[in-house]
């Protein structure tokens, strides 16, 4: 069983990768260009509603309802059945979908009042948001049935084809920067006609695989369909329980959108770092697990069922702890290796290195959030997690009051930073009220060894501290370095800390091969 979980998470982790690489390479071409200015941040927000209702609707809420469902259809019912779902979910959502993008069109300059109500007093900056945003919305509606068809692939083992899929969205973008974007009046306005291209891409991608499973279908209106009234009503509570981290990010842009200009970017670069990592492990990881909890949940095996969330968890630990380590001691470094270049400043580098150590500190609650709420969705228990992220969320929205407010009113430079750290707060609030629920219904049983492998967890990632911050020296070294002593010094002490990492584990006793354990 594990074996064969982490065989699965090693495919979606490299085609992740690859896209995360590609996300990287994209928000450097970025930075060099467009820097983080007003116009940049004007993108960002027109990019990020539709990206936020993406990550709620589509990878969020609907794949955590739709995924149990559909496994228990094809588990218990015919496969005439599972297409009439499909059928039926793609009518039912592109339907929606299509109305509500209409709808944004028409009213985006009240999105962007409601997003970022900071850009009021600022006509050109509030104009050029809503104008971008009539174009890059759209990309809501082909990236939920890119979600939908992936959920399907995923449900039937093709965990690489979804995965590989975000990899489109990044080269198009980086195409659109680099060789249509200059010839633009306003340069900005390309980037979000690049996102509404690369939906329409990825979309196109995904077809052929569905047609192989027998499930490329013409989608039909079924709001009345049995499975389809059962994953709405599982879907509108785990809006709230999935996507927390995203209204909380969300809610961060709108505090943001009143603070010095160029905050926005530097969250989204800083955001972005903290991604990459979450997305490689956290987000691979939750993306196996979930058909493979779902089908236990279907077969009745609870205790298979436990067994793997307390490995699942494990690996968080393993994984997550130095990948913390890594981007906090080398925040300063990967900023400049990745972005100190064209319009993007040293006080661009300083002021996103503070929200990135913020947010770095969070990583283990965001990884621990992804793989805790599928033990609830597999079950189909949406309510327990809406009761745990409305508490998450709130509790993040007190804390950026309390965080930013006092930075502001004494005068600190980089406020944002407040906001970065209370969403890291609120994430690991998040995943602690989920592992009790999870514990409580008896649902998750830990087994032993817990305490030994978190004390040489933790021995091995202050080793591998030490190093980074006696190893990656003064900032100032790096900045006068260029680009390729750059990369190569900051890959030398990524792959140095991580030998010794996994070393110091080595030496104080882990087999990484007895966490991908056997199937009993």
């Given at each position: 069983?594990?074996?064969?979980?982490?065989?699965?998470?090693?495919?979606?982790?490299?085609?992740?990768?690859?896209?995360?690489?590609?996300?990287?390479?994209?928000?450097?071409?970025?930075?060099?260009?467009?820097?983080?200015?007003?116009?940049?941040?004007?993108?960002?927000?027109?990019?990020?509603?539709?990206?936020?209702?993406?990550?709620?609707?589509?990878?969020?809420?609907?794949?955590?309802?739709?995924?149990?469902?559909?496994?228990?259809?094809?588990?218990?019912?015919?496969?005439?059945?599972v297409?009439?779902?499909?059928?039926?979910?793609?009518?039912?959502?592109g339907?929606?979908?299509?109305?509500?993008?209409?709808?944004?069109?028409?009213?985006?300059?009240l999105?962007?009042?409601?997003?970022?109500?900071?850009f009021?007093?600022?006509?050109?900056?509030?104009?050029?948001?809503?104008?971008?945003?009539?174009?890059?919305?759209?990309?809501?509606?082909?990236?939920?049935?890119?979600?939908?068809?992936?959920?399907?692939?995923?449900?039937?083992?093709?965990?690489?084809?979804?995965a590989?899929?975000?990899?489109?969205?990044?080269?198009?973008?980086?195409?659109?920067?680099?060789?249509?974007?200059?010839?633009?009046?306003?340069?900005?306005?390309?980037?979000?006609?690049?996102?509404?291209?690369?939906?329409?891409?990825?979309?196109?991608?995904?077809?052929?695989?569905?047609k192989?499973?027998?499930?490329?279908?013409?989608?039909?209106?079924?709001?009345?369909?049995?499975?389809?009234?059962?994953?709405?009503?599982?879907?509108?509570?785990?809006?709230?329980?999935?996507?927390?981290?995203?209204?909380?990010?969300?809610?961060?842009?709108?505090?943001?959108?009143?603070?010095?200009?160029?905050?926005?970017?530097?969250?989204?670069?800083?955001?972005?770092?903290?991604?990459?990592?979450?997305?490689?492990?956290?987000?691979?990881?939750?993306?196996?697990?979930?058909p493979?909890?779902?089908?236990?949940?279907?077969?009745?095996?609870?205790?298979?069922?436990?067994?793997?969330l307390?490995?699942?968890?494990?690996?968080?630990?393993?994984?997550?702890?130095?990948?913390?380590?890594?981007?906090?001691?080398?925040?300063?470094?990967?900023?400049?290796?990745?972005?100190?270049?064209?319009?993007?400043?040293?006080?661009?580098?300083?002021m996103?290195?503070?929200?990135?150590?913020?947010?770095?500190l969070?990583?283990?609650?965001?990884?621990?959030?992804?793989?805790?709420?599928?033990?609830?969705?597999?079950?189909?228990?949406?309510?327990?997690?809406?009761?745990?992220?409305?508490?998450?969320?709130?509790?993040n929205?007190?804390?950026n009051?309390?965080?930013v407010?006092?930075?502001?009113?004494l005068?600190?430079?980089?406020?944002?930073?407040?906001?970065?750290?209370?969403?890291a707060?609120?994430?690991?609030?998040?995943?602690g009220?989920?592992?009790?629920?999870?514990?409580?219904?008896?649902?998750?049983?830990?087994?032993?060894?817990?305490?030994?492998?978190?004390l040489?967890?933790?021995?091995?990632?202050?080793?591998?501290?030490?190093?980074?911050?006696?190893?990656?020296?003064?900032?100032?070294d790096?900045?006068?370095?260029?680009?390729?002593?750059?990369?190569?010094?900051?890959?030398?002490?990524?792959?140095?800390?991580?030998?010794?990492?996994?070393?110091?584990?080595?030496?104080?006793?882990?087999?990484?091969?007895?966490?991908?354990?056997?199937r009993?």
């Amino acid at each position: 069983m594990s074996r064969r979980l982490l065989k699965s998470t090693g495919i979606v982790s490299a085609m992740t990768t690859l896209s995360r690489v590609l996300g990287l390479v994209r928000d450097v071409v970025f930075a060099n260009f467009l820097g983080a200015g007003g116009a940049t941040d004007a993108f960002f927000v027109a990019f990020k509603i539709p990206n936020f209702l993406r990550r709620l609707f589509a990878e969020g809420a609907f794949a955590q309802a739709f995924v149990p469902v559909l496994t228990e259809y094809k588990t218990q019912r015919s496969e005439a059945e599972v297409r009439d779902l499909v059928q039926n979910v793609a009518g039912t959502l592109g339907g929606i979908l299509f109305v509500l993008t209409v709808l944004a069109a028409v009213a985006s300059p009240l999105l962007v009042m409601l997003f970022a109500p900071g850009f009021i007093d600022e006509p050109e900056r509030f104009d050029l948001t809503a104008e971008m945003l009539r174009i890059t919305f759209p990309y809501l509606l082909f990236i939920s049935m890119v979600a939908l068809s992936g959920s399907i692939l995923n449900s039937f083992g093709r965990f690489a084809v979804a995965a590989f899929t975000p990899v489109f969205l990044n080269i198009v973008l980086i195409g659109i920067v680099i060789w249509v974007a200059p010839n633009f009046d306003k340069p900005v306005v390309a980037l979000a006609w690049g996102v509404f291209i690369a939906g329409i891409v990825q979309l196109l991608f995904q077809l052929p695989f569905l047609k192989r499973l027998g499930l490329l279908v013409w989608p039909k209106w079924g709001m009345r369909d049995e499975g389809v009234r059962r994953i709405g009503k599982l879907m509108l509570p785990a809006i709230f329980g999935s996507s927390v981290a995203q209204v909380n990010l969300l809610f961060d842009t709108i505090i943001a959108s009143f603070l010095v200009s160029g905050s926005v970017s530097w969250l989204y670069y800083s955001d972005r770092l903290v991604e990459f990592p979450l997305g490689v492990f956290g987000i691979a990881l939750a993306t196996v697990i979930l058909p493979s909890l779902s089908q236990k949940h279907a077969a009745s095996d609870p205790q298979d069922f436990s067994r793997t969330l307390d490995w699942a968890l494990r690996w968080v630990l393993v994984i997550g702890a130095p990948a913390t380590i890594g981007l906090f001691v080398l925040s300063g470094p990967i900023l400049v290796t990745l972005f100190h270049y064209g319009a993007f400043d040293i006080q661009d580098v300083d002021m996103a290195r503070l929200s990135l150590m913020a947010y770095s500190l969070g990583l283990l609650g965001f990884i621990g959030v992804k793989v805790l709420a599928p033990g609830f969705y597999a079950r189909q228990d949406t309510k327990t997690p809406v009761k745990i992220g409305i508490i998450a969320m709130v509790l993040n929205m007190g804390l950026n009051v309390a965080f930013v407010v006092p930075m502001v009113m004494l005068g600190f430079e980089g406020p944002h930073a407040g906001l970065a750290l209370a969403t890291a707060c609120s994430a690991f609030i998040n995943a602690g009220l989920l592992f009790r629920g999870l514990r409580r219904e008896g649902v998750l049983q830990v087994l032993p060894g817990w305490g030994l492998l978190a004390l040489r967890v933790v021995i091995a990632s202050l080793v591998m501290a030490g190093l980074l911050f006696w190893g990656a020296g003064d900032l100032s070294d790096w900045l006068q370095w260029g680009l390729w002593q750059r990369v190569g010094q900051l890959v030398l002490w990524v792959g140095v800390g991580s030998l010794v990492y996994f070393g110091v584990l080595l030496v104080l006793g882990v087999r990484l091969r007895e966490l991908v354990g056997k199937r009993s």
